[in-house]
């Protein structure tokens, strides 16, 4: 087989490596130590999506297959995707204003709909903070803002919300929009603030 790793050939001829998955898992490791990340594969000229790539796995490597990973400085993946979640930020407190008007105008349905789209955004921002951690070998829940946790303020807003849901109270919900995860949502920039400059 013929595999190369942003754009430079490699002799994998003595690995070992028999499945796809194996040689993924090996390129992930080399890139790693040279502070970069396969973010691309393209097997036989065609390229294969993450969905693809998980599920051919365990298919087995053949002699005539030419495979191409494309790689990217690990730091500046990390800091670009912590950036787009700052700049996300905004656009996420702008729709927790917009569920807590619809909650005092009556517009229930409406208002659970907005902040489903909002714990979705919410998702996502964990995520990278636990790819964050991955990359850069730290606990981001550790990582404090003004000598707090932002995380776990986060979390405790977050749970009381959800009870408030839970309780039909959309009094104490509306409140706790307008003025707890809204006011959470500020202090998240300023902790993604800090990791970007944490990136090496």
Same mark, same amino acid.
């Given at each position: 087989?013929?595999?190369t790793i942003g754009g430079v050939e490699v002799?994998?001829?003595?690995? $070992?490596? !028999?499945?796809?998955? /194996?040689? #993924? &898992?090996? %390129?992930? $490791?080399?890139?790693? /130590? !040279?502070?970069? #990340?396969?973010v691309g594969l393209v097997l036989n000229g065609q390229r294969i999506s993450p969905e693809q790539e998980a599920s051919q796995r365990e298919r087995e490597l053949m002699p005539d297959d030419v495979i191409d990973f494309q790689v990217q400085d690990a730091s500046a993946v990390l800091t670009a995707a912590l950036e787009q979640t700052r700049d996300g930020l905004p656009a996420l407190e702008e729709k927790l204003g917009q569920v807590a008007t619809?909650?005092?105008?009556?517009? !229930?349905? /409406?208002?659970f709909s907005l902040f489903g789209e909002c714990l979705t955004h919410w998702r996502q921002?964990? *995520?990278?903070?636990?790819?964050? *951690?991955?990359?850069? $070998?730290? &606990?981001?829940?550790?990582?404090? %803002?003004?000598? !707090?946790?932002?995380?776990e303020d986060l979390l405790a807003a977050l749970q009381e919300t959800k009870q408030a849901m839970e309780q039909g109270d959309l009094v104490a919900l509306s409140d706790l929009l307008e003025y707890e995860l809204i006011a959470k949502l500020r202090e998240e920039r300023a902790l993604l603030e800090q990791l970007i400059g944490m990136v090496p």
């Open positions: 087989m013929h595999v002799d994998l001829s003595s690995s $070992g490596i !028999r499945t796809l998955g /194996e040689l #993924i &898992d090996a %390129v992930q $490791g080399a890139a790693s /130590e !040279r502070n970069e #990340i396969a619809a909650l005092q105008c009556g517009s !229930r349905q /409406e208002a921002v964990i *995520q990278l903070l636990q790819a964050t *951690q991955a990359c850069l $070998g730290y &606990d981001p829940g550790e990582v404090e %803002v003004e000598g !707090r946790n932002i995380n």
